[in-house]
């Protein structure tokens, strides 16, 4: 358990992102499922819950994000999504994940996506999905990862949102969900 001053501290510091995202969404019983072992970690150490995603594109700073995201998600078949290795980072939004197996039709998704939105092209493509974010030891990772919390392994996303990820984890709005194909 996180002690107080640094949970308020991180309150007050906050998980901050800056753009939009496209996020390939869990079908409804899965996300229930992920969605809870998300919010128990989060109240378990302190950190903010958020729904479950695979992050497909993130950062967009694009006028026009929403007809581009609607073009895209209409050129995108449903994807079947295999999680892979727990990992974790020092990244905030990234500190304890798993890696989502690049599959050929993941990786062809990563390619329209950056086809879409050319100007993240260079943007390094590791899709995953977050389970914890926020800023904790490396000890606790391993301890959260051999507890092995999130199960299903796979899933299909069929949809895609469209989320406004600016600021704080708590101001972050879904803009639009659109069904892939």
């Not at 606790?140 to 051999?146: K, N, P, V, W």
């Amino acid at each position: 358990m996180v002690d107080g001053s640094r949970r308020d501290g991180e309150r007050r510091r906050g998980i901050r992102a800056r753009g939009i995202s496209l996020w390939w969404l869990p079908p409804p019983e899965e996300a229930a499922v992920l969605d809870g072992v998300i919010a128990r970690l989060a109240a378990a150490h302190g950190t903010p819950a958020f729904p479950a995603h695979v992050t497909l594109l993130g950062g967009i700073a694009a006028p026009d994000v929403l007809d581009r995201a609607r073009r895209l998600a209409a050129a995108l078949s449903p994807v079947e999504i295999r999680l892979g290795e727990y990992g974790h980072e020092r990244v905030p939004t990234r500190w304890l994940f798993r890696y989502v197996v690049p599959t050929e039709a993941v990786v062809e998704a990563g390619r329209r996506a950056r086809q879409a939105f050319p100007e993240l092209r260079g943007k390094p493509f590791t899709p995953h999905l977050s389970l914890v974010y926020g800023d904790r030891d490396d000890a606790l990772a391993r301890r959260i990862i051999a507890a092995d919390p999130a199960p299903p392994a796979r899933f299909l996303a069929r949809e895609l949102a469209v989320v406004r990820t600016e600021g704080p984890v708590e101001d972050w709005r879904e803009l639009l969900r659109l069904p892939l194909g």
